[in-house]
């Protein structure tokens, strides 16, 4: 007997509004009872914009979308609200009041009280109006700190829930294999056991929270040929097994997530959208993920007009729900009228919008949507009044000294000291040239999905919503008895040349000059980095790299800053600034950063996640290149990086001594255990980044020249030393081999113990040993590296 069906509901209760029976058997009969209509409306979203006066939301009409007729959908319920908070600006206490109202009259109209499920971005915070804008997460992996990161995806999580969403589009967990392409600031990093770590916690973290996470884009997306936004990805298979898809696996497996989004790419002529194998079989048959999978904006309908795989919309509804998606986004196009149609004359099998409306209820039901005892008001409004939404404006703040305060934590370990002469920390300087296109510009520490930089540029004349201090602001406060002259030079890429005089005789009386470059977030080709902002060449954008020549030409010392959305080239600065400063776009208390770096309150502590490169055009390239992939004799292109993925400085030294392995040899289903100390031996607390790097000498398949296994954060005192024990199972050394099946393989290995990829520090030579072994995804994943445990020799 099913034990599911057995369960008797409450009298007089609908079984699927009974939370007292399991949610399988709700949701089943909650299917059994609905009509084809009734069951297609939840499989689609609609995209809305929620009411700046109080009142239901309203539907959104994008470029690419007719409009849609809410009244005529919803007496057949709806699946998705899309954006309410991401799509026009908005108090949030008065659009949480909209958004209730807005589910309150669709669970009334639908025969069976269902309501939506509302979703909004949040890839570098909340993206509404007067949200904390985050730093963006190339940043996030710059901290090499998933603690951190953990925590600001669970604020995050409750200033989202508390105004009624349910589901953030995020993280991104692409791993960057050309850094021409605009998003590389939505990446983590080049790194996929970075980025896979990273984004897990920030699942883990939304996730805590009930918001309901979502990995994207899968798979391949970041791969596309020459960088270009939406081209098709060449990557083979074990490039695709090995870079791209770990990340994926590790959030699944260790996130606890509930939502995947695909990718709009083809790869090898298989667009995502309609890749059976990986949507179903690898996602949910090998891994076992049981959430829902919903398509990227547009994407069941790029099948039939981008990729020319489906002849029209019933098709290409057809292709996308066979394959595994189970909800159009942003609004309804294909899962509509068209599958309606197709499932009715029998093009698509009624049990495949069966198996995607399963998905989609039982996550409801999970969020207490289904719930008879459901209420359209969240947390903000428990216990206030809603008749008259002028009096709730400004009573739900999203922005906060708790949420900005860990802004403004994250956005510190995430800068980067790359060079320094001794010219930093600044000792007291009275005359400071502060120069450059983002010197004085309030929004360059924006990504291209913070709320200002996405959708207010729409709406000019409405306040930010946020504080943004400059990095005028911020170094008037830093320094207060210095004189600070500030000359714009030229714009981020208007290629204005005309400001850069005045600029060289600002730095030329100066005692130093901080020349302050890099991007303007944007969308589609409206910004230099950003969704469809790719470049040709990693050259500066516009006028940037002259007005830096012009600097650099004189005697005044010059300290580069970069605030920027993906890794520059930089000329001559590699050599003759006195001191690079990198930060990737870090939110609204960046600048702070920034300038507690320059003045050496903060001693820095991050990391590269990308790779700086030497010249503009050698890309694509990562650190990730086998031995072909490296400088040579035969190749005039010289793809080594003037700063190394993991790189960073810190204002004190740090020695790494004493290394002990418990045993050089080890089965191929066995693990090593390496113990090293690393002592402060300079005069001032800093942190060091432990990474460890894994090297195969020789292997059946072509390997990386290293990879990262794993890595830590050590707070250290002056003079304090830390012994610190590195668990390296042989699962970390697994690798798809020739018949496309993941092993371990025995032979000899290095433990590189590193500061960076191009600085080892302790090198173990290890060996594997005993017979070939097959691995899957239940093997070890890490490699951690934790204190010694007291006593332990």
Request: hydrophobic fraction near 40%; include cysteine.
């Amino acid at each position: 007997m099913n034990t599911d069906m057995a369960v008797e509901n409450t009298p007089g209760l609908p079984r699927w509004n009974d939370p007292s029976v399991p949610v399988t058997a709700r949701v089943d009969a909650l299917i059994g009872a609905m009509t084809l209509e009734e069951k297609t409306a939840q499989l689609y979203g609609v995209w809305v914009g929620a009411s700046d006066q109080g009142g239901e939301v309203a539907p959104h009409q994008h470029e690419m979308e007719e409009a849609v007729d809410l009244d005529a959908l919803l007496p057949d319920g709806l699946g998705q609200l899309t954006r309410p908070f991401g799509t026009v600006p908005v108090d949030a206490a008065v659009g949480a009041l909209s958004l209730a109202r807005t589910q309150a009259r669709i669970a009334a109209t639908n025969r069976f009280g269902i309501p939506a499920l509302a979703h909004d971005e949040c890839l570098a915070g909340f993206a509404a109006w007067g949200a904390t804008a985050y730093p963006v997460p190339l940043s996030w992996g710059a901290t090499f700190d998933p603690g951190l990161v953990r925590r600001m995806a669970a604020t995050i999580g409750r200033d989202m829930r508390s105004v009624g969403v349910h589901q953030g589009l995020a993280p991104v967990l692409d791993v960057v294999r050309d850094a021409r392409w605009g998003r590389v600031e939505e990446t983590i990093g080049e790194d996929p056991y970075l980025v896979g770590t990273i984004g897990t916690a920030y699942v883990q973290g939304l996730e805590s929270t009930g918001i309901v996470a979502t990995l994207k884009h899968f798979a391949g997306y970041s791969a596309s040929r020459a960088g270009r936004n939406l081209a098709p990805s060449s990557v083979g298979p074990r490039e695709r097994a090995d870079v791209l898809l770990p990340p994926f696996e590790m959030a699944v497996r260790e996130g606890g997530v509930r939502s995947v989004m695909n990718a709009y790419t083809d790869t090898d002529g298989m667009p995502s959208a309609a890749d059976e194998a990986l949507l179903t079989g690898l996602l949910r048959d090998t891994w076992g993920f049981d959430g829902t999978v919903v398509a990227d904006y547009f994407a069941i309908a790029f099948l039939a007009t981008l990729h020319g795989v489906a002849a029209d919309w019933a098709e290409a509804a057809g292709t996308a729900l066979h394959a595994g998606i189970d909800v159009e986004l942003p609004n309804v196009k294909t899962y509509g009228a068209p599958l309606t149609e197709a499932v009715a004359d029998g093009r698509v099998p009624e049990k495949l919008v069966d198996r995607a409306l399963r998905r989609i209820l039982t996550q409801k039901a999970e969020l207490g949507l289904l719930d008879a005892d459901w209420s359209p008001l969240p947390p903000a409004l428990d216990g206030v009044g809603q008749d008259d939404p002028e009096a709730l404006r400004g009573r739900v703040d999203l922005d906060g000294p708790e949420n900005r305060a860990l802004a403004r934590a994250l956005a510190e370990e995430a800068v980067v000291l790359l060079s320094n002469d001794g010219t930093l920390p600044l000792d007291r300087p009275r005359r400071i040239a502060l120069i450059g296109p983002n010197a004085d510009e309030p929004v360059a520490v924006l990504g291209c999905y913070s709320f200002p930089q996405h959708i207010g540029v729409r709406h000019p004349g409405t306040p930010l919503g946020i504080g943004l201090p400059t990095l005028r602001d911020t170094l008037t406060a830093e320094f207060p008895d210095a004189e600070i002259t500030v000359a714009r030079g030229t714009g981020v890429d208007d290629g204005d040349l005309s400001g850069i005089q005045e600029a060289v005789r600002a730095a030329r009386e100066a005692d130093i000059a901080l020349v302050v470059l890099g991007d303007r977030a944007g969308l589609f080709g409206r910004g230099t980095s950003g969704e469809g902002c790719d470049v040709e060449s990693l050259v500066l954008p516009g006028a940037q790299q002259q007005l830096l020549d012009a600097v650099l030409d004189l005697e005044t010392p010059v300290v580069t800053v970069l605030i920027a959305g993906r890794p520059y080239a930089l000329g001559r600065a590699v050599q003759e600034s006195a001191a690079i400063v990198q930060s990737f776009f870090p939110g609204q208390e960046g600048t702070h950063a920034i300038a507690g770096v320059l003045s050496g309150r903060t001693n820095p502590s991050g990391r590269l996640p990308v790779g700086v490169p030497r010249g503009p055009g050698s890309q694509p390239s990562t650190y990730l290149g086998a031995r072909l992939a490296q400088a040579s004799d035969v190749s005039s292109i010289d793809p080594t990086p003037a700063f190394a993925f993991g790189h960073g400085l810190s204002y004190t030294r740090f020695d790494w001594t004493d290394l002990t392995v418990d045993a050089d040899e080890a089965p191929t289903d066995g693990e090593f255990s390496l113990a090293f100390t690393v002592r402060n031996t300079g005069g001032r607390a800093g942190t060091e980044v432990v990474q460890l790097y894994l090297h195969d000498p020789v292997a059946s398949v072509v390997q990386p020249v290293q990879r990262l296994v794993g890595y830590t954060r050590v707070d250290l005192e002056p003079g304090e030393a830390r012994r610190l024990r590195a668990t390296v199972p042989a699962d970390v050394a697994s690798f798809t081999g020739r018949d496309g099946r993941r092993i371990v393989e025995p032979g000899l290995l290095e433990l590189r113990l590193a500061a960076s990829s191009a600085d080892a520090r302790l090198t173990a030579q290890v060996a594997l040993t005993g017979a070939e072994r097959q691995v899957d995804h239940t093997r070890r994943l890490h490699a951690p590296i934790e204190p010694e445990p007291a006593g332990r020799a």
